[in-house]
């Protein structure tokens, strides 16, 4: 079992950057590959990054790359989700997510255990 807590949302402004942590407990948290997903309203669920065991391969969303940067600290057993020039459109609760299988792992259904999201919200 595995939990995942994710923190830093919050409003800001088009433009801007914010930084989403997702801490896990557990000693095998090296062994999970690991996903960031987002969900507007009225929307489906969807990736945005992953990234795998060691940090070395990463995979993101069209919408969101050259803008976001996943990456983690398996000493910390925390993956971070760095969002830079933020756009309205980015606006969604962000859910961190872990599994067992090898990266790259891009659909929802390849993920075995969720963190219970954090709200972000980005202003024109």
């Known amino acids: 079992q595995v939990q995942l807590v994710e923190s830093g949302g919050a409003l800001v402004q088009a433009g801007g950057s914010l930084r989403l942590s997702c801490a896990a407990s557990g000693r095998t948290f090296s062994s999970y590959t690991m996903g960031w997903f987002r969900q507007a309203p009225g929307m489906e669920r969807e990736f945005v990054a992953a990234i795998s065991r060691t940090g070395l391969y990463t995979n993101y969303a069209d919408s969101v790359k050259g803008r976001f940067t996943i990456s983690r600290d398996n000493a910390k057993n925390t993956v971070y989700l760095q969002m830079n020039s933020l756009k309205p459109e980015d606006t969604a609760i962000y859910y961190c997510?872990?599994?067992?299988?090898?990266?790259?792992?891009?659909?929802?259904?390849?993920?075995?255990?969720w963190g219970q999201g954090t709200q972000v919200t980005v202003s024109s």
């Open positions: 997510a872990s599994t067992g299988r090898p990266f790259p792992v891009l659909a929802l259904m390849g993920y075995d255990y």
